[in-house]
């Protein structure tokens, strides 16, 4: 996350997802955060209406095991990469911008988080082709033991969890709350 791109109208959509779910517990994230000054933070996690996990920076040098080593202690956990999701290899330099495949199994799959929502925003589908890149996406979560939801938009948002129950109740959540077009959601 970068400070130039705070509050924009991205930030009202993440701040309406976590709203909805809120009714599910307590929501955690983590920002990601790209750029060296955080002093923003606490405007970021009071817009969104969620404790921050962490203001650590993500940079091409970080050691991802240990900057995401702490999310599994947590319960409800947003990821917010400037990017998105990617199961593909990401050159060294781009990788910050990224929540990279591996890390969201091992968070989504830790036994402490069994009964835990993990929502990631997900902007790293090509225009005109959300909607096949994102269920791609959710059919290989699957495969990996992890239900999923999705909303399909220029920049989607996946959530995911070990508990295909609580995932359906995020669904009817979202569809009661938002009034949403059923189109904009995909459960699997």
Known sequence: MRR???????????????????????WTIHPMFTAPSC????????????????????RPETNRSEYFATSHRFGHLFLDPDTGLSKKHIPLRKRPAYLMWQELILI????????????????SVARGQERPQVELKLRLL???????LAYVSQACFILVSQDRHLVSCAHKLIVNQSRLPADRLIFV
Request: charged content about 25%; glycine content about 10%; proline content about 0%.
């Open 4 to 26: 130039q791109h705070f509050g924009d109208s991205y930030d009202l959509v993440k701040q309406s997802f976590l709203g909805w779910l809120s009714a599910l517990g307590a």
């Open 39 to 58: 002093e923003w933070a606490q405007e970021f996690s009071k817009l969104v209406g969620c404790r921050l996990l962490s203001t650590e920076v993500l």
């Open 108 to 123: 989504g799959k830790a036994k402490e988080r069994r009964h835990c929502l993990t929502l990631v925003f997900d902007q």
């Open 142 to 148: 699957r495969s990996e033991g992890l239900f999923g």
